[in-house]
């Protein structure tokens, strides 16, 4: 997807941004073949976008962007892409339908001149259009999240409404008359995208293109709700539409725009925003009374006017005919003057959940374009699931945007969905891949924070409803009362959540060498160990690489970063972010001992895990299967009882185990060098009296720290001892980056160096097959003597049997 992007990223598309296309690169005879130029042109919208925040930014103009409103812009852009029929407009249809059987004349489809005469009525039609959304009743609701935007960039011409094309569609089809579908459509893609570079304000006037052309100028003018604003300047390349028909307005300098709607909704719902005003004009506004209680629109013929008539228009208000609608003769009525200062719609929000957004937006992003590319070939289940994540998402967004406390019940479901999908997806035919690992895995962490989130809310709102606590409280640091159990002997408090923390249980560290190991470095040994680790599942689980000690690996990867995650909590509580947040401290110290054992159950899983892959190691290696056949009646462990080794193994099979073997000795070596330091400190302050606070405290750090150290490495140890690893990361590596081709090569020649190996093993085999068949059973035996025969008919045939017949007896690990 990456490569297909950065490939779009071309001189071509970018001068289609600004229309610079000849009619001989655009004429096509079938509509059906005409590419779809908003996806061509997508890379450069968000790259202009990313380009234009950099710009404001540095040039002292932060107050032109802000996150949540361009989130919810972009967010607004690819909602309506999902309601068009396989990406195109819903117009091209219905044109379709009409040309077929009710054209007038049919023009020419390869003829420049009608390429001409299509470019001027496309954008005439788009003037009408255009219009009539914003004039003719309800239909203003189709069209008005365009412009509910209080900034003006390069975001906002992406907020697009979701239904819009319903309402120009009967402007679009009367060209179908005369007009070519492929023409027309060529045409109706370069008037959406020349409108993109008009949404900016960082382009001043451009007079001599004026003149004709829609400028950023002019169209800031139409983006404005300053009464001289309103129903002005609706053409789109053109703007002689507007001076022939008096509806052009040159931009003020000593009044310039401000930009949304008359009545700003103060609401970043992607939803309410879609469909709220085509919910009042179409339900509420015609049921609307007076001061006095009275209907504003008494008789029927009154009500169906508010439906039908301008959005502004009220009894009293003088409207012409234009073409099918009526429109205001003075479109400034009861418009009111903006008030300043102008004071936009922008919640505080915290920095972390600023963050939290930013990534799973941009994760939002990455899995619209794979959808985009690839819609055709989903199944309606498929599409409809995807679109319910989108919105669902889109939801969040605002929810988190609007401070609405019920974003995070919505987030929690939402990753809980999707960890849903993803499972059902692999265990129901699809199998383990590396995006849905990812998926699982970023999903499952942010449903781990949502739920730690949410409970650690329930919580402080349950303490406060409890009095637990009471910062004003003089009572703060008095021992509870005690109470006796009448006859026992212990003491209990009588109410635990009676009194506030003490000033000693809110310091959670006093000592340097901690805060900085623990608070500064491992933070980062935790990103890496955890990335890499998931690398290392990612390769260990895949197609291919499914043997026992490959199973055993990727539960040490799994364990390794359950650990890693454990340990963030202590991470934190060195961060003054976190030591003054009274909710964390006092979370934190009621939940420690649970944390320390949950990170301790984790490091024992690690030793037994190890222990396991050493005995597996010690079995393949060692033992002849005559000795294991022994040790299999009183084995009830699942690597001994699956290990089936021949005894007399090949060259090429032995110099596998020895491979395999190195990278196993790498691995526990490391965990043997960086665990032992701390088994040896805890062991000894188990039955050595402490003498030296300072020194026993600091080491009890050192020594956790060179166990994080330990789980942090495993994927520099794979990469250092295991070719077949480092092979397998890179092919991965140039699929994901370096796209289709170069991994494809790459494949190619893995799969013939393992066809080479497999013949040569096979041929090994053949020699000692009467040998094998003895130790293997019946059984095996039929299966040695059918791949004899088979490679005496066809080396290369037998290479998927000689393939199965190692992996079944003793599959070739790293």
């Not at 003018?221 to 390349?237: A, K, M, Q, S």
Request: net charge positive.
């Amino acid at each position: 997807m990456w490569y297909r992007l950065v490939h779009r990223l071309d001189t071509v598309n970018l001068r289609h941004i600004f229309y610079f296309i000849s009619p001989y690169e655009t004429i096509i005879q079938n509509w059906e073949d005409v590419p779809n130029y908003n996806i061509e042109v997508s890379a450069w919208w968000l790259t202009l976008v990313f380009l234009e925040f950099l710009v404001c930014r540095f040039s002292g103009h932060e107050d032109r962007h802000a996150l949540n409103d361009s989130i919810t812009s972009i967010c607004a852009g690819m909602l309506s892409q999902c309601f068009k029929f396989g990406g195109r407009t819903i117009a091209i249809f219905a044109y379709v339908f009409v040309w077929n059987n009710f054209r007038i004349l049919e023009l020419p489809w390869d003829s420049v001149w009608v390429w001409i005469l299509c470019l001027i009525t496309q954008d005439f039609m788009y003037y009408l259009g255009h219009r009539a959304v914003h004039e003719a009743g309800f239909m203003w609701g189709l069209h008005s999240i365009h412009h509910s935007s209080e900034y003006y960039n390069l975001s906002t011409a992406l907020r697009q409404a979701a239904i819009q094309d319903a309402g120009l569609a009967i402007y679009d089809v009367i060209q179908a008359l005369f007009i070519p579908p492929p023409i027309f459509l060529v045409h109706r893609y370069f008037s959406e995208i020349f409108q993109f570079w008009l949404h900016t304000s960082l382009v001043g006037d451009l007079y001599p293109l004026g003149i004709v052309f829609n400028t950023p100028s002019y169209h800031r003018v139409h983006h404005g709700r300053n009464p001289y604003c309103i129903d002005r300047n609706y053409g789109g390349v053109f703007i002689v539409w507007d001076k022939l028909f008096f509806t052009f307005q040159p931009e003020l300098e000593d009044d310039p725009p401000i930009y949304g709607l008359v009545h700003n909704e103060d609401s970043f719902n992607q939803l309410w925003l879609q469909f709220h005003i085509l919910k009042e004009l179409l339900f509420d506004k015609w049921r609307m009374k007076d001061e006095k209680g009275e209907p504003i629109f008494k008789t029927f013929k009154e009500k169906v006017k508010a439906i039908f008539f301008p959005p502004g228009y009220f009894p009293g208000v003088e409207t012409i005919m234009f073409f099918h609608w009526w429109s205001l003769i003075d479109s400034t009525t009861g418009v009111p003057e903006v008030q300043k200062p102008v004071v936009k719609y922008n919640p505080p929000l915290e920095t972390w959940k600023k963050v939290y957004c930013g990534f799973h937006f941009i994760l939002l992003l990455c899995i619209f374009m794979h959808f985009e590319f690839d819609r055709l070939e989903l199944t309606w289940m498929d599409f409809g699931l995807k679109i319910c994540f989108f919105i669902c998402t889109m939801e969040v967004f605002g929810g988190f945007f609007d401070n609405k406390w019920f974003a995070p019940y919505l987030e929690l479901f939402r990753c809980s969905g999707v960890i849903g999908f993803y499972l059902w997806k692999t265990f129901d035919h699809i199998g383990w891949m590396p995006n849905r690992i990812f998926m699982l895995t970023v999903y499952s962490i942010s449903a781990v924070i949502w739920i730690s989130f949410i409970s650690i809310d329930l919580f402080f709102k349950l303490c406060i409803r409890r009095r637990a606590i009471c910062p004003g409280n003089p009572e703060i640091g008095k021992t509870p009362e005690k109470k006796t159990i009448p006859g026992a002997s212990i003491h209990i408090m009588s109410n635990t959540t009676d009194r506030c923390l003490t000033h000693d249980e809110m310091v959670l560290s006093n000592s340097q060498t901690e805060r900085i190991l623990t608070g500064y470095v491992v933070p980062f040994l935790i990103l890496f160990g955890v990335t890499g680790n998931m690398i290392n599942l990612t390769i260990l689980v895949a197609p291919g690489m499914k043997t026992r000690s490959n199973f055993l690996l990727a539960c040490l990867a799994v364990v390794d970063m359950l650990f890693l995650l454990s340990m963030l909590p202590h991470s934190f509580a060195h961060y003054q972010y976190f030591i003054y947040s009274y909710n964390f401290r006092l979370i934190y110290l009621k939940t420690k001992t649970h944390a320390v054992a949950f990170s301790n159950w984790f490091s024992a899983a690690a030793i037994w895990l190890v222990l396991a892959i050493c005995l597996e190691r010690l079995i393949g290696i060692r033992y002849p299967l005559s000795v294991r056949q022994k040790f299999l009646a009183v084995s009830t462990g699942y690597v001994a009882g699956k290990s089936n080794n021949a005894m007399n193994q090949s060259a090429a099979q032995m110099r596998v185990e020895q491979r395999v073997t190195l990278t196993v000795c790498a691995i526990v070596s490391c965990f043997i060098i960086t665990q032992a330091p701390s088994a040896v400190f805890h062991l000894t302050a188990a039955y050595i009296r402490v003498t030296s606070p300072t020194w026993h405290g600091i080491l009890n750090v050192v020594t956790s720290f060179m166990v994080i150290i330990g789980k942090s490495l495993n994927f520099v140890l794979f990469c250092l001892s295991s070719a077949t690893f480092r092979q397998r990361l890179v092919g991965m590596t140039k699929k994901r980056i370096g796209g289709k081709r170069n991994f494809r090569r790459h494949s190619q020649e893995m799969e013939m160096n393992t066809q080479t190996t497999a013949i040569h093993t096979g041929y090994s085999s053949r020699k000692n097959s009467e040998s094998n068949a003895i130790h293997f059973g019946t059984k095996n035996r039929n299966r040695v003597m059918s791949l004899n025969s088979d490679l005496s008919r066809s080396p290369v045939k037998a290479t998927d049997a000689v393939q199965n017949l190692i992996e079944n007896n003793e599959g070739t690990l790293l």
